[in-house]
């Protein structure tokens, strides 16, 4: 095995310092995201894909109380999020008034009212960006 002159250690150590100091440079002017993208790019010679977004869902006891916790959840690589509403025990109440489910955005003309614990599978076209659903409970008199 040929053994390393001084010539060769000067080199690599040239080399990792060079590679060391515009990583450094990058992390101190770029946020994270940045950096890491620019690392891939410049390192590398190719470009890391950008992170998938995610949808934030919202309850809104409209006019009761106890509407369930929000939670976020990732979106697939096409936009698509899949949930499951709350279960019934996590309902709202509003009293004279039966709970009959849950409606996106509050708007009857595009939405059906989707029950407790309904399977849901969402397109939001954007797989890259985060996203807002908010429902609102709907309610039957007594």
């Not at 992170?51 to 809104?60: K, P, T």
């Not at 109440?93 to 409606?103: A, C, H, P, S």
């Not at 009212?113 to 659903?133: A, C, F, H, V």
């Amino acid at each position: 095995m040929k053994k390393w002159s001084t010539g060769n250690y000067i080199a690599f150590a040239s080399l990792l310092a060079f590679i060391l100091l515009g990583v450094l440079q990058l992390e101190l002017e770029n946020p994270p995201s940045t950096y890491i993208r620019n690392f891939w790019s410049n390192i590398l010679g190719r470009e890391q894909p950008p992170a998938l977004g995610v949808a934030s869902i919202y309850y809104y006891a409209n006019g009761g109380i106890n509407a369930p916790n929000g939670f976020d959840v990732a979106k697939d690589s096409i936009g698509i999020v899949n949930f499951n509403h709350p279960r019934e025990s996590e309902n709202p109440t509003k009293f004279g008034y039966i709970f009959i489910g849950w409606l996106l955005n509050n708007d009857y003309n595009s939405h059906d009212i989707d029950l407790p614990r309904q399977s849901i599978s969402i397109g939001t076209k954007r797989p890259y960006e985060n996203s807002m659903l908010r429902y609102y409970a709907q309610w039957i008199r007594e």
